[in-house]
């Protein structure tokens, strides 16, 4: 089945740029995502991008998409205290619903 | 708009007894997944229910079933519990059909320790 791996920790100084990295083994994945978890609470959805696409920027997130190697990753800008959390990365497939396939989560550490 | 929830937020039960879990979508979603997070395996899918159908299913053992209601409703079930399956478990809902992208909209969780 598929398979989504990313690394478990990061640690970054606030105002740098934090890049979280991932891959899966589906190349049939239609929408990849990034969710966001803070402590205690459920996850919310970062971003998303379609698998027909490379590249999105929103605000302070750059997500990047290397389809032939199946690499996703996440940049965020700026990177402030308010930003350390668990981020996961997730893929689905359209057809027959979506079953939506997450990552191990890698946290996030922003020191001041 | 209600977000989802999920009751309980906490319990605690021994090994052998049964449990059963909560969710109800944010109105207007009719699919409803529902995810194990363990620290060390990450978030695992369980299962997802539309129009009380089950149309995907994760590699749980059998111990491990659910339900969905025809209000959109969902109840998961874990019988003869065991202490690894001490976890938060989370359910999603999504809305189907028209612009859809799959993103999924978490409740807070139930968390479960089995003793």
């Known amino acids: 089945g598929e398979d989504v791996e990313q690394s478990l920790f990061l640690s970054v100084r606030e105002g740098d740029s934090s890049v979280i990295n991932c891959t899966y083994t589906d190349s049939s994945s239609t929408y990849l995502y990034w969710y966001k978890q803070e402590p205690g609470a459920g996850l919310q959805l970062l971003t998303y991008?379609?698998?027909?696409?490379d590249m999105k920027q929103d605000q302070r997130l750059t997500v990047l998409l290397n389809k032939k190697d199946k690499h996703l990753s996440l940049r965020i800008a700026d990177t402030q205290t308010g930003d350390s959390a668990i981020y996961f990365c997730?893929?689905?497939?359209?057809?027959?619903?979506?079953?939506?396939?997450f990552g191990a989560g890698t946290r996030l550490f922003v020191k001041a | 708009k209600a977000g989802v929830t999920q009751t309980p937020r906490y319990l605690i039960k021994t090994r052998g007894q049964q449990v059963t879990l909560s969710c109800s979508p944010i109105?207007?979603?009719?699919?409803v997944s529902w995810y194990q997070q363990t620290p060390g395996q990450g978030l695992q899918f369980l299962f997802e229910?539309?129009?009380?159908?089950?149309?995907n299913k994760g590699n749980f053992p059998g111990r491990f079933s659910g339900r969905q209601f025809s209000n959109s409703r969902s109840e998961m079930n874990v019988s003869t519990l065991e202490l690894g399956d001490s976890a938060l478990y989370l359910c999603?809902?999504?809305?189907?059909?028209?612009?859809?992208?799959?993103?999924?909209?978490f409740g807070e969780g139930s968390r479960l320790t089995v003793l």
């Open positions: 997730a893929v689905s497939e359209e057809g027959g619903g979506f079953k939506t396939i």
């Open positions: 999603a809902s999504s809305l189907e059909g028209g612009l859809n992208t799959g993103e999924l909209f």
């Open positions: 229910y539309f129009s009380e159908t089950q149309r």
């Open positions: 991008i379609f698998s027909n696409m």
């Open positions: 109105s207007g979603h009719r699919s």
